[in-house]
């Protein structure tokens, strides 16, 4: 554990630090992958002189390519990878390593081969939960520990995440550390011009970005333009992503196919668009920006992470969300507004009650901007690289002693 505890010692330490990010990875359609490429480029901006190596966490199905800065390759499904790629950390230069936890990027059940790299290596480790769940079951529950016993500190999204891990799991709150997931440092307001840019000038514009699966709920928020474009024909919703590659695995284009069908029968076919492609984060960041109205109509309760509400947030967008654990947290203070699950009568009424308060919508899109101005990749890479430089020197610290 980093001495008398994390919060107030990791600002301000200054020399450059070797580190190996574990994560899933670019060009992998997975958005912690995207996530890990977004915290490594902008940490990389302050630590040029030891460039962020990946070792990623592979989906052979998938079959991808991957860029230079990928040094070893884990077949997540290949408990013998887990334990080479830590005896090659172990041999390694690296000072800390950085591993990006989901339960699904691993293989074993409920991704239980992590602990086999995690407690063979030998360099201090830092992990972000990305998934916390309120309720775990038993083999759940023990992974979870397990890292987090292995870590010398362990990195949240949101506060909530702190109550779970400490009351429900156990793990002692000096080792836990809240820092916002990150976004791009987007100029407030100037959707005309991006409308234009985008050939949506004119709409009103809606939108949501995501990998689709049935779990987004994506067909409430069809039927709430159903609603809403009855009193304003000029409303447009963009559904920006293609099928989640896991889902389509198991049941091919089926939910898309029922989302085009709901489009037909309701009529809307000129007020709802699909973006069935990979979209570059430049493009969609035009998106975002042409946005009027970003919905995430989401249908998990316990999700505490959202890297698209994030953006949305630090780019100022009046939001529309269902109350998981993560929207909950940054749309709180008029950030955004909440809504019930499963209901496109609330997501619709929302909409509506934006669109003829045009100085309310100003107001929340400030307040959003605002808190997002905290959010920016900037920021968010400049406190991982201060952990990061800090657990590599009491490590140092640690081994002079013992020398």
């Not at 010692?9 to 450059?16: A, D, L, V």
């Not at 775990?136 to 909530?160: C, F, G, L, Y």
């Not at 004119?202 to 928020?221: P, Q």
Request: charged residues 25%; contains cysteine.
């Amino acid at each position: 554990m980093v001495k008398n505890g994390i919060v107030s010692k990791f600002k301000g330490i200054g020399r450059q630090v070797r580190a190996i990010y574990v994560s899933s990875y670019i060009p992998r359609e997975c958005g912690i992958g995207t996530y890990t490429k977004d915290l490594t480029n902008a940490v990389n901006e302050l630590n040029p002189d030891y460039l962020a190596e990946i070792m990623v966490l592979d989906d052979p199905d998938q079959r991808v390519t991957y860029p230079w800065e990928v040094k070893y390759k884990i077949d997540q499904n290949k408990i013998e990878d887990y334990i080479s790629a830590a005896d090659y950390i172990n041999r390694s230069s690296s000072e800390v390593v950085s591993l990006q936890h989901e339960f699904g990027l691993n293989g074993g059940k409920n991704g239980e081969y992590i602990l086999s790299f995690v407690e063979r290596i030998k360099k201090p480790l830092v992990t972000t939960f990305h998934t916390i769940l309120e309720q775990p079951s038993p083999n759940q529950k023990e992974i979870i520990k397990r890292i987090a016993d292995k870590s010398t500190v362990v990195i949240v999204m949101v506060t909530e995440a702190i109550r779970r891990l400490t009351e429900i799991y156990g793990i002692d709150r000096k080792k836990v550390l809240m820092i916002h997931h990150g976004v791009p440092d987007i100029p407030l307001g100037g959707s005309e011009k991006f409308k234009e840019k985008t050939g949506l000038k004119g709409r009103k514009v809606a939108s949501t970005i995501n990998l689709i699966s049935r779990n987004k709920g994506i067909e409430y928020a069809i039927e709430a333009i159903a609603k809403v474009a009855k009193l304003d024909p000029t409303i447009i919703y963009l559904v920006i992503g293609r099928t989640h590659p896991v889902v389509a695995r198991f049941e091919n284009e089926n939910y898309r196919h029922e989302l085009e069908a709901l489009v037909k029968k309701y009529k809307i076919e000129e007020n709802v668009r699909f973006l069935n492609r990979y979209i570059p984060i430049d493009q969609l960041v035009d998106y975002l920006r042409a946005t009027d109205i970003y919905i995430t109509p989401y249908l998990d309760p316990q999700q505490i992470t959202s890297g698209a509400l994030a953006y949305a947030v630090g780019a100022g967008k009046s939001c529309i969300s269902t109350p998981y654990i993560y929207a909950q947290e940054v749309l709180a203070k008029g950030r955004g507004i909440l809504t019930d699950f499963a209901s496109s009568a609330g997501i619709a009424d929302e909409m509506v009650y934006l669109i003829n308060n045009p100085k309310e919508m100003r107001e929340m899109e400030m307040k959003a901007y605002d808190y997002g101005r905290h959010m920016t990749w900037s920021n968010v890479a400049l406190q991982h690289l201060d952990l990061l430089r800090l657990v590599a020197k009491e490590s140092r610290e640690e081994l002079a002693v013992k020398v």
